[in-house]
């Protein structure tokens, strides 16, 4: 995903806070989204050190690799499907607005 830069039209990359061109603030800039999800959910060392998404960092979107062999996991116990789990809702389910 990218934007557009309101100061000099540069496109740049989403996760970016700044302009690549002329520094002006990215508009859609979210801090929550540099966490990752075991800093949000605030997993201890000893779940961490057995997790797939902890050992292969990539816990900014860990949805994007769930696997089956992952249903054993403890946020999937947890939540039971990544739909129900409070990091995805924050990064993916926006309220609807009124019409």
Same mark, same amino acid.
């Given at each position: 995903?990218?934007? %557009? *830069?309101? +100061? /000099? =039209?540069?496109?740049?990359? =989403?996760?970016?806070?700044? /302009?690549?061109?002329?520094?002006?603030? $990215?508009?859609?800039? &979210? +801090?929550?989204?540099? #966490?990752?999800? @075991?800093?949000?959910m605030? *997993?201890? +060392? !000893? %779940?961490?050190? $057995? *997790? #797939?998404?902890?050992?292969? =960092?990539?816990?900014?979107?860990?949805?994007?690799?769930m696997? +089956? &062999?992952?249903? &054993?996991?403890?946020l999937?116990?947890?939540?039971?499907? *990544?739909? $129900?789990?409070? @990091?995805? !809702?924050?990064? $993916?389910? !926006?309220?609807?607005?009124?019409?």
């Amino acid at each position: 995903m990218s934007w %557009i *830069c309101p +100061e /000099c =039209d540069f496109v740049n990359f =989403d996760h970016l806070k700044r /302009c690549t061109h002329c520094e002006a603030i $990215n508009p859609i800039y &979210d +801090e929550s989204r540099m #966490k990752n999800c @075991w800093s949000y959910m605030k *997993c201890p +060392e !000893k %779940i961490k050190k $057995n *997790c #797939k998404v902890y050992k292969k =960092d990539i816990g900014k979107e860990c949805w994007f690799f769930m696997e +089956e &062999d992952e249903t &054993d996991s403890f946020l999937y116990k947890k939540y039971k499907d *990544c739909i $129900n789990c409070p @990091w995805f !809702k924050k990064l $993916n389910l !926006k309220p609807l607005s009124n019409f």
